[in-house]
Nanobody, 120 residues
Framework: QVQLVESGGGLVQAGGSLRLSCAAS???????TGWFRQAPGKEREFVAA????????SYADSVRGRFTISRDNAKNIVYLHMNSLKPEDTAVYYC??????????????WGQGTQVTVSS
């Protein structure tokens, strides 16, 4: 089993930046990994994804140009750099990883989430 732990959330003013981290541990690698978010009363939505080696990335239209996903496989950490944050970015952010290689990734393992709050 793979365990994923998100960190880096917090309160930030509109226009500010945050960096989220997703640390993976367990008996296997995390392979392809994505970030999702869920605002109160809303469905969970896709934010960004990155392939195991980092050669492929994908972004939701709502965050493209503002967010950047990256990874450090030596540390088993996937990052989400969030710039120019807007109040509508407020949500609990989750990372999720596939248990197999491939692109696009599946999402077999999920973290517990980290809260991001953007004030106006």
């Amino acid at each position: 089993q793979v365990q994923l732990v998100e960190s880096g959330g917090g309160l930030v003013q509109a226009g500010g930046s945050l960096r989220l981290s997703c640390a993976a541990s367990g008996r296997t690698g995390s392979y392809g990994t994505g970030w999702f978010r869920q605002a109160p009363g809303k469905e969970r939505e896709f934010v960004a994804a990155i392939s195991q080696a980092g050669g492929y990335t994908s972004y939701a239209d709502s965050v493209r140009g503002r967010f950047t996903i990256s990874r450090d496989n030596a540390k088993n950490i996937v990052y989400l750099h969030m710039n120019s944050l807007k109040p509508e970015d407020t949500a609990v952010y989750y990372c999720a990883s596939s248990r197999t290689l491939g692109w696009p990734p599946g999402y077999d393992y999920w973290g517990q989430g980290t809260q991001v709050t953007v004030s106006s």
